[in-house]
Nanobody
Framework: QVQLVESGGGLVQPGGSLRLSCAVS????????AGWFRQTPGREREGVSC???????YAVGSTKGRFTISRDNAKNTVYLQMNDLKFEDTAIYYC???????????????????RGQGTQVVVSS
């Protein structure tokens, strides 16, 4: 059974930082592309950043230059370092993995084979 469990969300002030983690079990992460999506009420889910099985990364929109995705295949874990957080980054953040999907499509659609339950990030003063 494939499971993705996110952690690290919380309340942060504008300009602050958070690091999200995603623990993956039931598969060998190294053969999958991975990514982070986010969603706010009333809006469609959007891709944030994705990373290929060869560590090529792809970021979407306003998070470019502020958010960094990484992975540790030995720990079966995916990370999202979020810096200079803004009010508009408030959302539920989901970890996702995909076996046979280029990262641009994974993040732009967004699309995945498996997705976690999400972790809430609130940016507020």
């Amino acid at each position: 059974q494939v499971q993705l469990v996110e952690s690290g969300g919380g309340l942060v002030q504008p300009g602050g930082s958070l690091r999200l983690s995603c623990a993956v079990s039931g598969i060998t992460l190294g053969s999958y592309a991975a990514g982070w999506f986010r969603q706010t009420p009333g809006r469609e889910r959007e891709g944030v950043s994705c990373i290929s099985s060869t560590d090529v990364t792809y970021a979407v929109g306003s998070t470019k230059g502020r958010f960094t995705i990484s992975r540790d295949n030995a720990k079966n874990t995916v990370y999202l370092q979020m810096n200079d957080l803004k009010f508009e980054d408030t959302a539920i953040y989901y970890c996702a993995i995909a076996k046979n999907l280029v990262i641009q499509a994974m993040c732009d659609i967004p699309l995945a084979d498996y997705r976690g339950q999400g972790t809430q990030v609130v940016v507020s003063s």
